[in-house]
């Protein structure tokens, strides 16, 4: 073939770039749909919070959050167990035996979360025994609701391994309109306590889930139950124990100063600090929405050139949303603090313009830390947070006594700086490493 007909055959690049184009928009929707699935669910958890506060007396309000902070913790494990390595391994290792490996996910939900569910139960229990009615009447609710809850979560997480979140979005929006609604039933009969909105939240998780169930497809050959099972009982546990402690030194790096605040700055300042971070939450929870999307698709590039390619402009978008997120905060921050308080905190809210480089810090510790799950490391992910909550006690802590809300938002900045530097060390060291899935 002679140069100039190579040269003239060349609609290749143009028929790439129209892919290209495709894949982009195609990204953007879904990437839109995985942050509208986040702040929905969000939505849902604030939202029955309100209501739990506005209807129900301090004593019962007071039980359903310690309740409800036990459920949490308990989520934090079974999401390090089992939704966390679900993205990863359902988009790597077991891709092609997908089906099989969602069952056996499945399983090891309803096991845990019934173990989970007895333990709970036996100490609400005993709490009655020891008559701490209200407390343990909670306990008794929450064993009973959590496993449907969690089930949610799992399922959920299960829409970004197909990369549907679509269907993720869509069971988060049927969760909060069953919340809202019940309890809005529940307070005009009269009828709402600890007891139903658990109830209620078990309800709306097991309906929205079996909506995202019969919607959502899971391909794969045949394989052995029992084969895979133990596989993947192995694998989850390799992987969730470094995660179970990551979540709990993350919790130290995030909520410390919320208990040592009023040692020496009394409850205003914790409340302060709180509704000042709050104003951060939407572009954090963006951060990791998209986190849960881009795992899958670092996993199938990893091993590869794309694979940098791809953190290094991740890092720039979420850096450049972020500054604009930060020079927002800033340069509105008396109006903003303003509306959403109506009045309060409003002497302490020029400290917008620090908190509001915690986006950009968590940006960047939110794309170094999706690239390490990809490379399922979350070993090297838990010993940068010993790091980070390491920093948060020594630093943190002590500016926190000297500064108040000031010192714990340079706390914050710090424990993340620190979290990056360590993980983006090891990520440099570990890229290299591995092979590309076959």
Same mark, same amino acid.
């Given at each position: 073939?002679?140069?100039? %007909?190579?040269?003239?055959?060349?609609?290749?690049?143009? /028929?790439?770039? #129209?892919?290209?184009?495709?894949?982009?928009?195609?990204?953007?929707?879904?990437? #839109?749909?995985?942050?509208?699935?986040?702040?929905?669910?969000?939505?849902?958890?604030?939202?029955?919070?309100?209501?739990?506060?506005?209807?129900? +007396?301090?004593?019962?309000?007071?039980?359903?959050?310690?309740?409800?902070?036990?459920?949490?913790?308990?989520?934090?494990?079974?999401?390090?167990?089992?939704?966390?390595?679900?993205?990863?391994?359902?988009?790597?290792?077991?891709?092609?035996?997908?089906?099989?490996?969602?069952? $056996?996910?499945?399983?090891?939900?309803?096991?845990?979360?019934?173990?989970?569910?007895?333990?709970?139960?036996? &100490?609400?229990?005993?709490?009655?025994?020891?008559?701490?009615? %209200?407390?343990?009447?909670?306990?008794?609710?929450?064993?009973?609701?959590?496993?449907?809850?969690?089930?949610?979560?799992? @399922?959920?997480?299960?829409?970004?391994?197909?990369?549907?979140?679509?269907?993720?979005?869509?069971?988060?929006?049927?969760?909060?309109?069953?919340?809202?609604?019940?309890?809005? @039933?529940?307070?005009?009969?009269?009828?709402?306590?600890?007891?139903?909105?658990?109830?209620?939240?078990?309800?709306? #998780?097991?309906?929205?889930?079996?909506?995202?169930?019969? +919607?959502?497809?899971?391909?794969?050959?045949? =394989?052995?139950?029992?084969?895979?099972?133990?596989?993947?009982?192995?694998?989850?546990?390799?992987?969730?124990?470094?995660?179970?402690?990551?979540?709990?030194?993350?919790?130290?790096?995030?909520?410390?100063?919320?208990?040592?605040?009023?040692?020496?700055?009394? /409850?205003?300042?914790?409340? =302060?600090?709180?509704?000042?971070?709050? &104003?951060?939450?939407?572009?954090?929870? $963006?951060?990791?929405?998209?986190?849960?999307?881009?795992?899958?698709?670092?996993?199938?590039?990893? !091993?590869?050139?794309?694979?940098?390619?791809?953190?290094? +402009?991740?890092? =720039?978008?979420?850096?450049?949303?972020?500054?604009?997120?930060?020079?927002?905060?800033?340069?509105?921050?008396?109006?903003?603090?303003?509306?959403?308080?109506?009045?309060?905190?409003?002497? %302490?809210?020029?400290?917008?313009? #620090?908190?509001?480089?915690?986006?950009?810090?968590?940006?960047?510790?939110?794309?170094?830390?999706?690239?390490?799950?990809?490379?399922?490391?979350?070993?090297?992910?838990?010993?940068?947070?010993?790091?980070?909550?390491?920093?948060?006690?020594?630093? !943190?802590?002590?500016? =926190?006594?000297?500064?108040?809300?000031?010192?714990?938002?340079?706390?914050?900045?710090?424990?993340?700086?620190?979290? @990056?530097?360590?993980?983006?060390?090891?990520?440099?060291?570990?890229? !290299? %490493?591995?092979?590309?899935?076959?």
């Amino acid at each position: 073939m002679l140069p100039s %007909e190579t040269t003239a055959a060349a609609p290749v690049p143009r /028929l790439w770039r #129209g892919e290209s184009l495709a894949l982009t928009i195609r990204w953007a929707f879904n990437a #839109g749909y995985a942050v509208l699935d986040q702040l929905l669910f969000a939505l849902s958890n604030f939202a029955i919070n309100v209501v739990m506060a506005r209807w129900l +007396t301090p004593q019962d309000y007071a039980a359903f959050t310690l309740a409800y902070t036990i459920f949490l913790i308990l989520g934090t494990v079974h999401t390090a167990l089992l939704a966390d390595p679900l993205v990863v391994f359902g988009a790597g290792k077991y891709k092609d035996h997908l089906n099989h490996y969602h069952r $056996s996910v499945l399983r090891a939900h309803w096991q845990l979360a019934g173990a989970a569910s007895l333990l709970l139960g036996a &100490c609400g229990v005993a709490l009655l025994a020891l008559n701490q009615r %209200e407390i343990g009447l909670a306990l008794l609710a929450v064993a009973v609701a959590s496993p449907f809850i969690l089930l949610l979560w799992l @399922m959920r997480r299960s829409c970004y391994v197909r990369v549907e979140p679509h269907l993720a979005a869509a069971g988060s929006l049927a969760y909060l309109v069953i919340l809202v609604a019940g309890a809005y @039933m529940l307070y005009r009969g009269n009828l709402l306590s600890v007891a139903a909105a658990f109830a209620l939240m078990a309800i709306g #998780g097991a309906a929205a889930a079996l909506l995202i169930r019969v +919607t959502l497809s899971f391909p794969g050959s045949d =394989t052995n139950r029992s084969s895979i099972d133990r596989e993947v009982a192995t694998d989850h546990w390799a992987y969730g124990r470094w995660a179970i402690g990551t979540g709990l030194l993350g919790a130290v790096m995030l909520q410390l100063y919320y208990f040592v605040m009023p040692a020496w700055h009394m /409850l205003e300042g914790t409340a =302060t600090l709180k509704a000042l971070t709050n &104003c951060a939450m939407p572009a954090l929870q $963006s951060y990791w929405a998209l986190s849960v999307l881009m795992v899958p698709k670092l996993v199938r590039v990893r !091993g590869t050139p794309a694979f940098g390619g791809l953190i290094r +402009t991740l890092f =720039t978008l979420y850096s450049i949303a972020a500054l604009g997120y930060w020079a927002l905060l800033g340069i509105f921050h008396g109006p903003l603090v303003r509306a959403m308080y109506g009045g309060r905190y409003e002497s %302490e809210s020029s400290l917008l313009w #620090g908190l509001g480089l915690l986006p950009l810090a968590a940006a960047g510790v939110s794309v170094v830390e999706s690239a390490l799950r990809a490379l399922a490391r979350s070993d090297a992910i838990f010993r940068a947070y010993v790091f980070a909550a390491a920093a948060t006690i020594a630093i !943190g802590v002590p500016l =926190t006594f000297a500064w108040g809300v000031g010192g714990a938002i340079a706390g914050l900045l710090i424990a993340h700086a620190v979290a @990056m530097l360590f993980i983006a060390s090891a990520l440099r060291r570990l890229a !290299g %490493e591995v092979a590309p899935e076959q």
